[in-house]
């Protein structure tokens, strides 16, 4: 169950104690419950207006207490129910100024019941291709030039699942390097490969008849993606002889 950010959490107010954190710090302390969090992804809820760090003359984000709290409700609420960022927003902004509002649901209707979206496509965190370009800074061009490597798909209906943000701004960063998006297929490929892997091990559950053994599918799936993801960050990090904070 959600509960009641306390106030002052989505406006860089420092936490009582007066700490006040870097973004490797939140982002080290969030990674035990959300494995796939990454830099980018705080930026991105910040831009969206999810958080508002304080910012030190230098211009270095400090994070309060409470930011970190909120940061930990918004990536709950779209894991757990695929709710959009403005729905989020406006979630929480109402809690904290004291409103008793229900938690939003997205989904259809049938028989005057909410009927979740399944959960091979839900509908609430993707962008468009517009808020794409604004999160990740970057122009057309290089976004149709991302796309032809597969570094970027967009979904049927032209819109992005809303991870693709960070992976465009991942691109961005990497390319400030002088690592291009051509260089990035390989990692691309193993990405695929180690998503296939996965869906080979919980298939069986998603096609089972039991909904029970099919929604144990997705917690399954979610678990792996999270142990994937680490064990990839730690091969990399050996490979290169360093250690990430």
């Known amino acids: 169950m959600l509960q009641t950010p306390r106030g002052g959490a989505g406006h860089g107010t420092a936490a009582a104690d007066g700490g006040l954190m870097s973004i490797g710090t939140v982002l080290h302390a969030l990674r035990d419950e959300f494995p796939e969090v990454t830099i980018s992804k705080i930026r991105f809820l910040e831009a969206e207006g999810l958080i508002e760090p304080q910012r030190t003359p230098s211009g270095y984000r400090k994070f309060s207490a409470q930011d970190v709290e909120r940061l930990g409700h918004v ?47 839900p509908t609430a965190a993707r962008i468009g291709r517009a808020e794409l370009l604004a999160a990740a800074g970057i122009d057309e061009s290089e976004l149709v030039e991302w796309e032809s490597y597969g570094l970027l798909v967009p979904l049927e209906n032209g819109v992005y699942d809303a991870e693709a943000a960070t992976v465009a701004s991942l691109v961005a960063e990497l390319g400030r390097f002088g690592i291009e998006p051509r260089h990035l297929r390989v990692m691309k490929a193993a990405a695929d490969r180690e998503a296939g892997l996965v869906d080979q ?16 599918a997705e917690a399954r799936t979610k678990e792996l993606a999270g142990l994937t993801v680490r064990l990839h960050a730690a091969l990399v990090q050996t490979a290169l002889g360093v250690r990430l904070p």
């Open 75 to 121: 990536l709950r609420m779209q894991r757990d129910h695929y709710l959009p960022l403005k729905v989020i927003r406006e979630y929480l902004d109402a809690m904290e100024r004291g409103e008793a509002v229900p938690l939003p649901s997205v989904g259809r209707q049938r028989d005057g019941e909410a009927v979740p979206e399944p959960a091979e496509g």
């Open 201 to 216: 091990v919980v298939a069986p559950l998603k096609r089972h008849r039991n909904p029970q053994t099919r929604a144990h």
